[in-house]
């Protein structure tokens, strides 16, 4: 299947139901996300795993003990499945949502999926989404967790700092243009700087002469 980029946006989903399909480290890991954004999330499955029974017990989601019913799209605007090996249901479930005009995410099924769901990275305000196309999904996580370590705690009180000018800035500046540059000045010298180290593996075949390339790929 041809790599498809998509159309990025970022979705509200504060105050708006949200069903989550499964009830592993996966779904866990999407429910929290979730609620951090503000939904009001359904988690619908037979058994739950401690992360996700500690926040149904704090009634901070909706536990169906149950496997999915057609009935469960009726009221949500998204779902998110985490079940695994079953490409059946995944494509059932597509066929229901488009149906019923509801966003789809399956794991491991983006040709089952309306939409898909990007490594991010959280640094206070600012989210940084990392999307390969469905290419190279491990490498997403591996930027994720270098992107975590770049952006610390001067990072956040930085971005902090830069939203309380442009509040002041608003109160105090009534022209446009002059809060604008006050604010481009205060960006003045920032840098997002870095470097890519690359695998041994890939070191070794960007070496390998263009002869050898080619006689290697006649051969498969």
């Known amino acids: 299947m041809a790599?498809?980029?998509?159309?990025?946006?970022?979705?509200?989903?504060?105050?708006?139901?949200v069903a989550v399909i499964g009830g592993d480290e996966e779904a866990a890991e999407k429910?929290?996300?979730?609620?951090?954004?503000?939904?009001?999330?359904?988690?619908?499955?037979?058994?739950?795993?401690?992360?996700?029974?500690?926040?149904?017990?704090s009634g901070k989601i909706i536990h169906r003990g149950r496997f999915f019913r057609d009935a469960d799209l009726e009221h949500t605007i998204l779902i998110l499945n985490t079940i695994r090996g079953d490409r059946d249901f995944a494509q059932m479930l597509l066929a229901q949502a488009r149906e019923k005009g509801v966003l789809l995410w399956s794991v491991d099924y983006p040709e089952a999926s309306s939409v898909t769901m990007p490594a991010v990275v959280a640094a206070g305000h600012v989210r940084i989404a990392i999307s390969t196309s469905g290419m190279a999904p491990a490498l997403s996580g591996f930027m994720k967790e270098d992107l975590e370590h770049v952006l610390d705690k001067e990072f956040i009180e930085f971005v902090e700092w830069l939203g309380q000018l442009r509040e002041q800035a608003k109160a105090d500046e009534p022209d446009a243009e002059k809060r604008r540059a006050l604010l481009h000045e205060a960006l003045d010298g920032f840098r997002f700087l870095g470097r890519v180290h690359y695998p041994k593996v890939w070191q070794d075949k960007r070496s390998q002469p263009a002869t050898d390339l080619q006689s290697h790929t006649d051969t498969q």
């Open 31 to 57: 429910s929290q996300r979730l609620l951090d954004s503000g939904a009001r999330v359904t988690v619908i499955s037979p058994t739950l795993k401690e992360p996700l029974r500690r926040l149904a017990a």
């Open 3 to 17: 790599a498809n980029p998509g159309f990025p946006l970022v979705l509200d989903v504060k105050g708006w139901p």
